[in-house]
């Protein structure tokens, strides 16, 4: 699976749109990039998941460049909620895989 | 949606006894479930893969005999901490794979909080 590159922190303003970048140069053409994140002390959570094209669900939107090569998390209207740890991974095929954790984005949402 | 438990959410033993920790499918059949380990400030890092009916697979560098996985049915996995010593305190979280699913296929449990004293 490609290595992912994420800020280690990141802050955002309560109501404000927090984006989240990724960077995954080496990722392969049959690699999703995937979001999930962990509020402290608990397990992690799927946010959403992508090939190539932009992917929208009720918890946040994903944009792909075009080569592949980095990622944007967009959570539209961030809330306290919203403080945790957001990890990015590019996982191949089989489905059912293992999913290989990097160190992640802490965000904090300060009110 | 698909909800995985485990129990206890949290254990404080003495060095030297073993400990079990349960992961469960709750609403629906896992015939692969995974066992992660988390230090304080740390990133997940994957001990295992646990297949029905089947021995599991550990990660290098993860002692077997020591984190003994039984995997018995299809809605319950087992992790063994034995023989346990303070460096083996730690968050221990599984996941289970919804089958037929294909995005979110991985469900996690809510971790167990394990101090060794």
């Known amino acids: 699976d490609a290595k992912t590159t994420q800020p280690p922190s990141m802050d955002c303003a309560e109501g404000r749109a927090a984006n989240l970048p990724c960077n995954h140069s080496t990722i392969s053409g049959n690699e999703y990039v995937y979001w999930y994140r962990q509020i402290h002390s608990q397990g992690p959570q799927y946010i959403i998941h992508?090939?190539?094209n932009n992917e929208t669900n009720e918890m946040a939107s994903l944009i792909i460049t075009e080569d592949r090569k980095s990622s944007t998390l967009i959570l539209p209207h961030a809330t306290l909620r919203d403080t945790a740890v957001y990890y990015c991974?590019?996982?191949?095929?089989?489905?059912?895989?293992?999913?290989?954790f990097g160190e992640g984005t802490q965000l904090t949402v300060n009110p | 949606g698909a909800v995985v438990s485990q129990h206890p959410s949290r254990v404080i033993c003495k060095s030297g006894t073993s400990v079990k920790i349960e992961c469960r499918s709750l609403?629906?059949?896992?015939?692969?479930m995974f066992w992660y380990r988390q230090f304080p400030k740390q990133s997940l890092m994957l001990m295992a893969t646990?297949?029905?009916?089947?021995?599991?697979?550990?990660e290098q560098g993860v002692e077997k005999d020591k984190f003994l996985i039984n995997h018995a049915s299809l809605t319950l996995s087992t992790l063994t901490v034995t023989s346990a010593h303070p460096e083996d305190s730690s968050f221990y979280i599984c996941?289970?794979?919804?089958?037929?699913?294909?995005?979110?296929?991985?469900?996690f449990g809510p971790g167990t909080r394990l101090t060794v004293l």
């Open positions: 991974i590019v996982r191949g095929q089989p489905r059912g895989s293992r999913l290989t």
């Open positions: 992508g090939l190539k």
């Open positions: 646990s297949n029905e009916g089947s021995k599991a697979t550990y």
């Open positions: 609403d629906f059949q896992a015939t692969t």
């Open positions: 996941s289970a794979i919804l089958p037929g699913a294909w995005a979110n296929e991985q469900f």
